[in-house]
């Protein structure tokens, strides 16, 4: 058992490494909606800030990295003391998959080129991408609360986002269909599309996380998961 002032250095770390999850959170979500703003505007400026601004999520990913394995060297610590911590490292790795994503979108808005905007597209991706920031945004809270009715809420949410990643893709075919000069806008639209749907799937890793640092097990249902394999089907049909 730890003594009294042991314990009191073991909740500090523990509150460090929530307070580097928490920021490394908020620069996740603002990465998205800055890459999301920046595809949508064709600002090549400010997709170029979601480009350089990624480094600082990686540097913060390390920092936990460290705190974590230098706090269980120290403390030791077992059961739900040791989950928080395992929990915290995978929190970590999927906000750093989401920078990572945010970052790839950037760098296809240089690639937008040309007078074709088509307006529903546009639409679907910010409202895609808008589902998935308020799922990004909901599952932290739970992470920060330990609230497994609300980290399973958005585990059971992913499928209407791979539902309009879908519908999405089959809009995007059509155009190509249509007129072949729209195929290089929409290719890269479509890879815009599939980055905004796997930050949606780093959310759900989350929510998964938070059952497990609550409870102790995983979450044995199978995850709700939508067809996204349709766009891959229709090109070849």
């Given at each position: ?135 990004l945004k909901s599952v932290l809270d739970a ?95």
């Open positions: 058992m730890m003594n009294e002032h042991t314990a009191k250095a073991f909740d500090t770390d523990l509150q460090e490494l929530t307070r580097k999850v928490s920021e490394m959170g908020g620069l996740a979500e603002r990465e998205i909606a800055d890459s999301i703003q920046a595809l949508t505007r064709r600002d090549a400026e400010l997709a170029m800030r979601v480009v350089a601004s990624d480094p600082t999520i990686d540097a913060l990913q390390r920092e936990i990295e460290e705190k974590a394995i230098l706090t269980i060297a120290r403390r030791q610590p077992m059961a739900i003391d040791l989950r928080e911590i395992v929990a915290a490292l995978r929190v970590a790795n999927d906000l750093e998959r989401i920078g990572d994503l945010a970052k790839n979108i950037g760098k296809r808005v240089s690639a937008l080129e040309g007078d074709f905007h088509p307006t529903k597209l546009i639409r679907g991706v910010e409202h895609m991408a808008s589902l998935v920031l308020g799922q992470y920060g609360s330990r609230d497994i009715a609300s980290a399973l809420a958005v585990w059971k949410g992913d499928e209407e986002i791979d539902s309009l990643c879908t519908s999405l893709f089959r809009e995007l075919l059509t155009y190509m269909m249509e007129d072949p000069r729209n195929i290089t806008f929409c290719i890269h639209l479509m890879f815009c599309a599939k980055n905004i749907e796997r930050m949606g799937d780093h959310a759900t890793n989350i929510a998964e996380t938070v059952y497990y640092m609550v409870e102790g097990q995983t979450i044995t249902e199978q995850r709700p998961k939508g067809d996204t394999t349709a766009f891959a089907k229709a090109a070849v049909s």
